[in-house]
């Protein structure tokens, strides 16, 4: 039996990048791209009418941040896939788009087997992970390997791993302690401990270590080989 192509949107307000987003991805089998946009509020109704699998959105754009409308696509659609496209190299903005829901982030100069690969991926439904792009910048701006760091998370204790993952999804120290039962000051006390554990100063650099960790995908691999 046949499966139905990827009904996908791309958003960019620069016509040059956005067209050759569109180029590659009509190139990949399996990929049929729906609309395009050029802002955030183009994004959204083009999302609402043509409910696609999958949405590439720059990360920045003149009316609103792509974030957001990331988020709101999300939040609206959960069925729908995010992908953030950006040219920027920012740490900050990779934990910020795995906050909002993308499931991917590329950059718009990767070559074409890179930004193939990680639409792939996307689409065959795997959780969310770093693109090449994204582990490198990572790892510069904390000085670690992503096998450096999934060790450190790994020896963390499962309760400590488990208010960082909810740290690194956003949630505040009020909101990770209703997520848990626990008051939000022994949230805030427990990820003081994981700050000490890491060796890091704040949350935005123990989300980047779970990130790049990929702890949760990586375990997974690990307990399904055994």
Do not use: C
Not at 190 to 217: C, D, E, F
């Amino acid at each position: 039996m046949s499966t139905a192509p990827a009904r996908t949107i791309v958003v960019d307000d620069h016509d040059v990048a956005r067209l050759g987003l569109v180029a590659i991805l009509r190139s990949i089998p399996g990929v049929d791209v729906v609309a395009e946009a050029s802002d955030a509020q183009e994004a959204i109704d083009a999302v609402r009418d043509h409910q696609p699998d999958l949405v590439l959105m720059d990360v920045r754009m003149p009316d609103t941040e792509g974030l957001e409308a990331a988020r709101q696509i999300r939040n609206s659609w959960p069925d729908t896939r995010v992908v953030m496209v950006s040219y920027w190299d920012v740490p900050e903005y990779v934990i910020e788009a795995f906050q909002v829901g993308a499931t991917g982030y590329i950059s718009k100069g990767a070559p074409r087997d890179e930004i193939v690969d990680e639409i792939d991926r996307v689409l065959r439904g795997e959780p969310a992970r770093m693109s090449q792009l994204a582990q490198r910048s990572m790892s510069g701006a904390i000085g670690r390997s992503s096998t450096d760091a999934f060790t450190a998370v790994d020896r963390l204790t499962p309760r400590r791993r488990e208010v960082l993952a909810l740290t690194a999804a956003g949630l505040t120290n009020r909101q990770i302690g209703e997520r848990l039962g626990i008051d939000w000051r022994t949230a805030q006390t427990l990820m003081r401990h994981v700050y000490k554990q890491l060796g890091v100063p704040n949350r935005t650099q123990a989300a980047m270590i779970w990130v790049l960790s990929g702890w949760s995908t990586q375990r997974r691999s690990r307990v399904e080989r055994h």
